[in-house]
């Protein structure tokens, strides 16, 4: 599979792909084919890869990491069109509109986190679990009072944690 760098000059994403791949990146922009090989561009360091993007006088309208957040929440090019206007328009509110997406983006990897972390049961992966106690006690001598069991509301499977 043969592999070629390219940038997109909307939002600085910068790489190699396959030269089947589309040429659109996740931003909306068109990334353009850098012209080397692709020998040539993992020998490059950062810092040369930069010059070679200044010579080619691209200027990133939105960072790969702003237009990366905004798509993360919204899944709209669209609105990193519409952000990126308003970055050139109003650079303050452009701000606080990037931090309500870093806000709400980080809402969701904590969400994400929580239904990672959730008991689900081995049978059907259902969240809907309830814990009971199921035995006799010595102690006590009740029923239900010395070990946990796991019960599915969903599908009615029972184990211990």
């Keep these: 599979m ?3 760098a390219r940038i ?8 190699l792909v396959p030269m089947e791949a589309e040429k659109k990146c996740f931003c909306g922009g068109t990334k353009i084919v850098f012209n080397v090989t692709k020998d040539e561009y993992v ?10 993007i200044e010579e080619m006088n691209i200027q990133p309208l939105i ?7 905004i798509y993360n929440v919204t899944h709209s090019t669209e609105i990193i069109d519409a952000m990126i206007e308003l970055k050139q328009k109003d650079i303050i509110e452009y701000g606080l509109k990037l931090s309500q997406f870093k806000n709400q983006l ?3 990897k904590q969400v994400n986190q929580q239904e990672k972390n959730q008991v689900r049961c081995p049978r059907c992966g259902s969240p809907n679990i ?3 106690q199921r035995g ?7 029923v239900g009072s010395s070990s946990t069991v796991n019960r ?7 184990w211990k944690p």
């Design 130 to 132: 309830t814990a009971g």
């Design 152 to 158: 599915c509301a969903n599908c009615g499977h029972k």
């Design 136 to 142: 006799y006690s010595l102690l006590t001598g009740f």
């Design 2 to 4: 043969a592999l070629e």
């Design 63 to 69: 960072s790969k990491e702003d237009a990366l957040t």
């Design 106 to 108: 980080e809402q969701k």
């Design 43 to 52: 020998k490059m360091s950062d810092y040369e890869r930069n010059q070679m």
């Design 8 to 15: 997109c000059p909307k939002c600085g994403s910068k790489g």
